[in-house]
């Protein structure tokens, strides 16, 4: 099945950029008056029939709309941190975005190894993820930030989310705060909305894991293995994806 993405969806037709405009008409040969479907990354699938096949100016009349085309019955946050690897990191973007995911935030906590992450590529492979998986929604992939001040902002008032799963993926325990598995986590707590924090190769801070668990953040962990950060950011997407599959 052949997706294509618009951003300008007004007035009953949907404009493809240039990029997707050459694909349709350049690559696979559209035509005026072939049909065609439309994603706008936002859940909504638009089934339309093209009205112009200029590889500038492709523009398709939308038929008929299916919201929530491709969605999974939860909303889940991974804030991952990036890793020295960038394409290690692509690659979880692109499985991420496959099995299931809302938001990708790039953190860098105190131990990351690296401090800039340019988000623009990622989006890119979010985009082509998304239509190879048929999902009509693309992962928000916003700019980094810190760990803490992602802690932060998750927690509103400081108080713990009484709608919503908190956990934080660490390697190391915590007499008062023991990890428990994600599955069992997942099972205890039937909340929809889901952020899930990963460290980098050198695992969260003591700081960071603490204000975490002071901010509402359950400990956890994803097997006996030891997983590298781009693998643990599957893992745990995997994890909630199977666990709400029917």
């Not at 491709?70 to 941190?81: D, E, I, N, Q, R």
């Not at 499985?95 to 935030?105: F, L, R, W």
């Amino acid at each position: 099945m052949e997706l294509f993405h618009s951003r300008l969806i007004e007035g009953g037709i949907c404009t493809l950029d240039r990029d997707e405009a050459a694909h349709c008409v350049k690559v696979l040969r559209h035509r005026t008056g072939d049909c065609i479907n439309v994603i706008d990354g936002r859940g909504t699938l638009y089934r339309c029939r093209l009205v112009s096949d200029s590889p500038k100016d492709c523009r398709a009349e939308i038929l008929e709309s299916e919201k929530g085309w491709g969605s999974h019955p939860y909303k889940l946050t991974l804030a991952v941190c990036p890793t020295k690897n960038n394409e290690r990191y692509e690659w979880f973007v692109e499985k991420a975005t496959e099995i299931g995911v809302d938001t990708i935030v790039p953190v860098i906590g105190d131990h990351s190894e690296r401090k800039v992450y340019k988000t623009e590529r990622a989006g890119k492979i979010a985009l082509s993820a998304a239509k190879q998986s048929l999902k009509a929604s693309i992962p928000f992939i916003p700019e980094p930030c810190s760990v803490k001040d992602f802690i932060l902002a998750s927690s509103g008032d400081g108080k713990e989310d009484k709608d919503g799963l908190k956990l934080i993926a660490c390697c190391f325990e915590d007499e008062e705060h023991p990890r428990t598995s994600i599955a069992e986590a997942l099972g205890k707590n039937p909340a929809r909305n889901i952020s899930i924090l990963i460290g980098p190769e050198g695992d969260f801070s003591r700081d960071e894991a603490s204000l975490a668990i002071s901010h509402g953040f359950i400990p956890v962990h994803l097997g006996s293995s030891r997983l590298r950060t781009e693998t643990a950011g599957v893992t745990a997407a995997m994890a909630v994806y199977f666990h709400h599959m029917d």
